[in-house]
């Protein structure tokens, strides 16, 4: 089977159809990863397949909830996004959605910039930061096995535009983390997720912060 062919068949799998465009962008933001890695180490994959099972399949895998819970627009901040997972796969699938990767590594960002650059991709960029000292105002705040739950929370709060959520993407249910929560967040759902050609759970953790009585 094709690059081309398994891309399209694990989108379908995901109830997702892709554009010409989508698909070649999206393979060429793979073929950007695997470049890059001989020089800067930004995933610990090497091998084509892995790719687009573990980095772009995965991240796909969120583009149906994220439809469901926003389904126009607006500004979304990927905490700890490395080489622009998810981000970057969101940006190509959901153009309407202005994407901003941050990671405290500057080669990670740089990378992420020249996937925007390449790709020609404005609704994408790369910020190199901490999530602690990063301003701004986002409707959805998004990581990938970033973070304990607790430290994500505690970490982006303040980056959250009114009526945003967090979508914490994480591998086995994190049982241990969502009984620590911060007493601030509200998560409302955690929704399982099967991602075509990995045989490792994966679920997204939905939260927002608690309604207060002066809300």
Not at 18 to 42: C, G, H, P
Not at 47 to 68: K, Q
Not at 168 to 197: I, N, S, Y
């Amino acid at each position: 089977m094709t690059q081309v062919a398994a891309l399209h068949a694990g989108a379908a799998a995901l109830g997702l159809t892709l554009t010409d465009r989508q698909s070649e962008r999206l393979l060429a933001y793979a073929a950007l990863i695997l470049k890059w890695n001989k020089v800067y180490n930004l995933t610990a994959l090497r091998d084509s397949a892995l790719v687009m099972s573990h980095h772009l399949l995965d991240s796909m895998a969120v583009i149906g909830p994220l439809g469901r819970e926003r389904p126009a627009g607006g500004k979304l901040l990927d905490v700890g996004a490395g080489a622009g997972l998810p981000g970057a796969v969101i940006a190509i699938l959901r153009e309407d959605i202005d994407v901003s990767c941050l990671d405290a590594v500057a080669k990670k960002s740089a990378f992420v910039q020249q996937v925007a650059a390449e790709l020609k991709l404005p609704n994408l960029r790369g910020v190199h930061a901490r999530v602690e000292t990063l301003a701004g105002q986002y409707d959805v705040v998004s990581s990938r096995a970033f973070a304990s739950l607790p430290d994500f929370f505690n970490g982006s709060a303040q980056l959250l535009a009114p009526g945003a959520l967090w979508m914490a993407m994480k591998g086995k249910v994190p049982t241990d983390e969502l009984k620590a929560l911060p007493a601030g967040v509200d998560v409302f759902h955690v929704e399982q997720l099967t991602v075509p050609g990995l045989d490792a759970e994966r679920c997204i953790v939905w939260a927002r912060p608690k309604a207060t009585l002066a809300d």
